[in-house]
């Protein structure tokens, strides 16, 4: 069964690389099966992050860039420019995961996907997939990581990882992109709060959408006067701010330009990207495998809920529990 | 060292306190001693969470909620008032956790702490901490669980959790506060995707900030509708949708009162947010503390960096890479 779904997302079947995807989010055992059986053929994708505050325009940008990296497709593909977003490949491809941690009780993921497919519906070189925050403790994280592993190895030669929020996972998910563009929207009277929003050190490429609002200028000034704070390495690339109008296209063909030579100028700093985004999603990997060891091997059905009530009743903290409980997982591990 | 430490935290000595969140901040060993000697001392504050995306006016907001709770203290401290924010204290003071992913070349955290600290200088019942991101794998979330229960230790009666980000560990920490405040701004003309925000069904109390600005009637309805949509019990509560000016106070005592409702009618819901939150807190910290076993008893020098590079290069995925550590973490110990 897993093994055919493999091969149908080998093959690049839609329909497959949706269920595959359905798996892993549901943290299902035949998703970790699907990807062993797909890992030996991922890496190939270029993986472009965009990110930043609710209300950026982010999903308009992202549409543009899926239009303008079709359209420039058979060029790239014809020229082999090794600095091509999409090098090395003879159709280029684009699957987008969006991270929407929409409301389940809004179904507006679903929605936002139809919607949004609707606009490359014709396209079948576009696959758009929302993910929605479930689970806890990095699950989204590792799910968007498999998600994206799913279509690499369906031959997707561009993956955009899109996420709305602005918080630690996220920020985990878009440092290890290929590439980071960080978007930022003036005009909402709060610039200085859009700076704070944890983001400006994992920028490659800073792009001020909706560039026609008042106040732009002063946030691109802003911006480069951040920039201009960091100490760089002579050679080291300095992230350009970028000015766009998503809903009109205004500006999107240099966004694809400022990728094309930030992935030229950043060959070994890819190398290092994708190191870390191996050992992120090893670790978290580890973490979830051993908890559940933990629950289903170690403690007796309902052990974890006592001893959690213990701990809420200030009867035991949680770090006595916790060296505790990992003393029991290795001797009943040197018991059997 | 670490014991008076302690006991200078009970006694609530505000350097002792700073000290102590900087050592959990750190992830340092005495960290984990000092929590362990605090543990049975805390669970008495009342924990409010606020959030919302950020430029919402967060920061204002919970600057003017503590003016109004301590203003308040002598007389909900006299009335003993089941139902008062600070129920049970005789004089009620207020923690501040604000969780700030600002980057660490900007400083903003430690600014923002003093110039926040000013406002409320003169008033020793207040303690203000910003927690910038650091760490990985939930490390953020784990330390401001711990700064928060240092605040708690320290006999703070009221402690307020303020997060900018949206992202899953924000909605984590804000799920399992004892009441969540979320905050929205009309104006942007991003009024749907301040909804798509992540935050929707979280919210115990809405509130429409920078409500004298247009468009905030739209986003109250917007909200309210929302709202609507969500099936309840017959006695649950219902999140009302609030109005404020936080930068003239306007409706802040509105949103006090609405706290109390809700502590007054949410206590079997309170008790479930606490277990939920131990258990969040119990399994970060035996995740991370797996993991540091793993690196320090059961891998050689350099062997998860050359895992990695593996994975890397393909060679091993990381569902087979993490099986064969987890077997040998438990081997190891069966061994000694």
Redesign the interface.
Known sequence: MTSSLADRVLAGDPRAMARAISLVEDEDPAG?DL??AI?????RAYLIGVTG???AGKSTLVDRLISLLRAQSSQSARSHDPSAVSAGSAFPTVGVIAV???????G?AMLGDRLRMQAHAADRGVFIRSMA?RG??????RATNDAVLVLDAAGLDVVIIET?????????IIRTADVSVVTLVP????DV?????????IADVFVINKADRDGADRLVSAVEA?VA??TFQPDAWRPPVLQTVATSGTGVAELVEAIRRFRAHGQPTQ?AR??AR??????????Q???R??ERRVLGSGE?AS???R??A?EL???????D??GR???D??R?
């Open positions: 970790a990807i062993r890992f030996s053929r991922t890496g505050p609710p209300g929407d941690p929409t409301s389940p009780f809004s507006g925050t806890h403790l990095g699950g989204l994280a709305v929020g602005v918080g630690q996972d996220e920020v985990d005009g909402t009277g709060d709060q859009a700076l704070k929003a944890g983001i400006m050190e951040n704070l960091q190398a994708r190191k191996c050992e992120y999603r090893l670790r978290e990997i580890m973490s495998r051993f908890l060891h933990l974890l001893i959690v009530d701990i809420a200030r903290d949680p770090y006595t529990a916790a060296d409980l990992l997982a290795f001797a591990s040197r059997r």
